[in-house]
């Protein structure tokens, strides 16, 4: 990545499809476990920005971790420790839990749980190993042209849904 505008439309686009991998994600999850379709997202938007976060994050302490192996191990312990704080975190801020483990193998608390450690490993392997690489490869002077303005556009969306949500709460 070269251009300010390339490293922005990076950071929006693999935020968006990590958050958007994440919903996906905790919605096959809540239709496995609990046999119903809920809307699993804090935004209105079909996201969960924790997951945009927590790809990044991961990408970012992580970013000279080469080989997928020790990278996955390590995003699982990083993953769960930040899956724990953040428990604590939103339910102080919003006066409300927005998940549990509860009857989950090993859970801790009900805040965090051995398989759900484990698949956040994956996609962060996924997220940095797979993921990355394609958007920078098809982030290009030419693709920045529509790729740019189409990330101004995420972006706002997702600020404005957030801003949204801040203020009903």
């Known amino acids: 990545m070269k251009t300010l505008k390339q490293r922005f439309t990076l950071l929006v686009l693999g935020f968006t499809l ?6 996906i994600y905790e919605e096959i999850c809540v239709a496995v476990m609990y ?11 079909t996201i969960c920005p924790i997951y945009g976060f927590g790809a990044w994050g991961l990408s970012l302490l992580l970013r000279k ?21 953040c428990s604590y975190l ?4 919003f006066h409300r839990s927005f998940w ?10 009900n805040r965090i749980s051995l398989i759900s450690s484990l698949i956040f490993g994956l996609l962060a ?3 940095d190993k797979g993921i990355l690489p394609f958007l920078r490869r098809k982030i290009t002077d030419k693709s920045t042209k529509y790729l740019f303005p189409l990330s101004i556009c995420l972006a706002a969306l ?12």
């Open 90 to 93: 939103l339910e102080f801020l």
């Open 125 to 127: 392997v996924l997220f």
């Open 18 to 23: 990590a958050a958007f991998g994440g919903w």
């Open 158 to 169: 997702i600020i404005g849904d957030f801003i949204l949500v801040l203020i009903k709460s």
């Open 65 to 85: 971790v080469k080989h997928p192996l020790p990278f996955f191990l390590l995003s699982t312990v990083i993953a769960s420790a930040f899956e724990y704080a």
């Open 35 to 45: 046999h119903e379709i809920y809307n699993r997202g804090m935004l209105h938007l």
């Open 100 to 109: 549990t483990y509860e009857g989950w193998f090993l859970s801790v608390q």
